[in-house]
Structures are given as C-alpha cells and as structure tokens.
C-alpha cells in the first residue's frame, strides 16, 4: 500500500492531491504514457470536461491491463492548454478519484495537437 506524506512545513496542496506519496520496496510499478480526450476509435471528444473524462478512462483501461485501479496512482502529471479549464479539470478528477489523493503537477502550455486540451500522464504502483 503507498502511503501520503505530510509536512506542516511545507504549503497545503492547492487542491486534493497529496504533498508526496511513498511507495513501499518491492512495488510493481507503471508509468502511464500522456492519455487525450481521443477515443479508440480515434475520435477525439467535444469540449474541455469530455476530454478530461475520456482522458481518464484511457488511463483507467491501462491500469486494469497491468491489474492496478485508481487507488494505485501515485503520481499525475496534466497538461492543460488553457488556464480556464483548470477549475473543470480538478471537478472531473475529483469525482473520479473518489477521495483518493496522489502527488500532482499542472502545467499549462501547447499541446502536440491543436484540438487536443488535455493531456494526462499517471505512474502508479502496486504491492501485490
């Protein structure tokens, strides 16, 4: 089990993600590549939320092929590529986090792709 780490000497967290997260010896881990609000199909969602929504279960498709969940995600890195969507892009991860807390990097800047407004990376561990 990976564990959040705390300290009162540093700033509180901007929002719900953690501080840092411990991950124990022996953990397998993955490293999620950046994920786009693109479908399989390759079609590409409508909109800032649908893209966070479908950026995130792409990636929760990968973590069930490795055998992990959510619960498992130590480490997000997004890109936005406009500022506004910051407050959209924290809802959506927060109602598919369920309260679960994992260290966190923003980033907004150009995308690869001019429609893409989005783009999410996780690592996540797992003791089995």
Not at 64 to 77: E, G, Y
């Amino acid at each position: 089990m990976n564990w959040t780490v705390d300290s009162a000497d540093a700033p509180a967290p901007f929002s719900a993600y953690a501080q840092a997260i411990e991950v124990p010896a022996g953990a397998r881990t993955i490293h999620v590549s950046g994920q786009v609000g693109v479908s399989s199909d390759g079609s590409l969602a409508e909109g800032v939320e649908a893209q966070v929504e479908l950026a995130w279960q792409n990636i929760f498709t990968i973590l069930a092929a490795a055998r992990m969940d959510k619960s498992d995600i130590v480490d997000v890195l997004v890109l936005l590529k406009r500022a506004e969507d910051v407050g959209v892009y924290r809802r959506v991860r927060d109602r598919y986090f369920e309260g679960h807390l994992a260290a966190s990097t923003m980033l907004v800047c150009d995308l690869a792709q001019p429609d893409w407004l989005v783009e999410i990376a996780v690592r996540a561990a797992k003791v089995d």
